[in-house]
């Protein structure tokens, strides 16, 4: 199923009659049935996920990058009369919770990089992208080698140190 196709099934529109959340939410969709696809039922190796939501906040972007259809996404949105950018700032809007009348929004992104992000081509774009996107949000990114996953004390030491620093 494509992004089209969702947004003919659940709202009888095209892209360019949609408003921004109803792209948001069809996004949402689109990225919930290609991940499921990605599922390997047979494989040894185990994900750990750590949620940090509390902090990054949930990134479509981020989930568009990793299935590899961020650039697709983007020009079939630009084809349309949509943005991307706008798109990304109602997932913002979602994010920011008001508390004594200010929005608090989502400031830093922790990435565990793993041998592939120093050796594989395709990751290292990806992990472009997600730095300029990133940077777009003004959020700082703080890439910590694979092998210190574990190493509770030196992640706790690079949080310490990155809010002691903004603080």
Do not use: W
Not at 34 to 42: F, L, R
């Amino acid at each position: 199923m494509n992004l089209l196709e969702i947004i003919k099934s659940e709202y009888n529109k095209s892209i360019s009659e949609c408003t921004n959340e109803e792209i948001y939410n069809t996004l949402l969709t689109l990225v919930k049935i290609m991940a499921e696809g990605k599922q390997h039922k047979n494989s040894k190796k185990k994900l750990y996920y750590i949620s940090a939501e509390f902090l990054i906040g949930k990134l479509l972007s981020n989930n568009l990058i990793n299935l590899g259809i961020y650039d697709d996404i983007k020009e079939e949105l630009a084809k349309n009369g949509k943005d991307l950018c706008e798109i990304e700032e109602f997932e913002k809007e979602l994010q920011g919770k008001e508390k004594q009348g200010k929005k608090e929004l989502p400031v830093l992104a922790i990435e565990l990089d793993g041998k592939e992000h120093f050796e594989d081509a395709v990751v290292q774009e990806r992990d472009r992208k997600k730095n300029a996107i990133c940077q777009a949000h003004n959020m700082e990114i703080i890439r910590v080698e694979n092998s210190y996953a574990r190493r509770y004390n030196h992640i706790k030491g690079i949080l310490m140190d990155y809010f002691s620093r903004v603080h």
